[in-house]
């Protein structure tokens, strides 16, 4: 579609000695490559298949990237360099390059992203959607504990609004719309009501281990249920290092989980209590346009 442009770059690569690496910079320093994908309808009603490059193409993220932007918004990404790998556990913290990969049972975290088989040659990877990839965003214990982390970062902010603004920023890399404040302001009002409409038939004493939260005996007046959209103050109550939540990467998806091989039974389970503010963290967190590289 533009033979002059690749007479160029050709003519390019071949002057700078054909260093891939400057072919690379003058390409991804291009006004073409910086191109956002919002949509442009004159320039859809000309190009509706983007054959000449009027905007980015959408790209959804891959296994690696998806666990990493969740531990990078979160503030918990461990960006050490080197040293032996792990198994994928909501508390390893390191890049998912460092989890181990098992030729012979692959990670069921992995493999529900469409990593590649380890056993062979693969030339490329093959993109699906299914449910069960939305349903692990939705119920996993590794997504709302960062989840629960994201809504901490936030809740320095002096008010809710603030607290919205910044969470987007940190999440989408962009400033809300008003409308979109309007529902996030909407879901941490009726959130706390709903949390007691589930909460008001468990028993009130909890087992050891678990994190206590909020009483849910009474029905919440409306100076509780104002209170309940502020986030908590950061209290040092997370697990130790090392500790286990659920059955690792896939915890909170039944059957999807569970130690590989025949190694010792898994940890037992260790309870949170999650809140509004990390449900709705949770909901960001799980959207399209965190799964997609804008």
Known sequence: TNPELLEFLAASFVKNGMSVKKLHRDIMLSSVYQLSTELDKA????DSGNRLYWRANQKRMDAEQVRDSVLAVAGNL???QGGPSQDLAPTFLRRT???K????KLDSYLQLFDFPSPSITAEKRFTTTVPLQRLFLMNSDFVQVEAEELARRVAPEPDNRARIRKIYLLA???EPKAEEVQLGLAYLRAEPLREYEENKNKPADKKDGEHRGPNVDAKPDAAATESATTPEPVVDDAPPPGASL??????????FGGKRGQGPPPVPEMKYEPTAWGRYAKILLSS???MFIN
């Open 43 to 46: 320039a859809f009603d000309k």
């Open 101 to 104: 990969v098992s030729r012979y």
């Open 97 to 99: 390059v460092y989890g």
């Open 246 to 255: 659920g059955v690792g990467m896939m915890g909170g998806m039944g059957g």
């Open 288 to 290: 399209s346009e965190f």
């Open 78 to 80: 461990d960006k050490t």
């Open 172 to 174: 989408y890399g962009r």
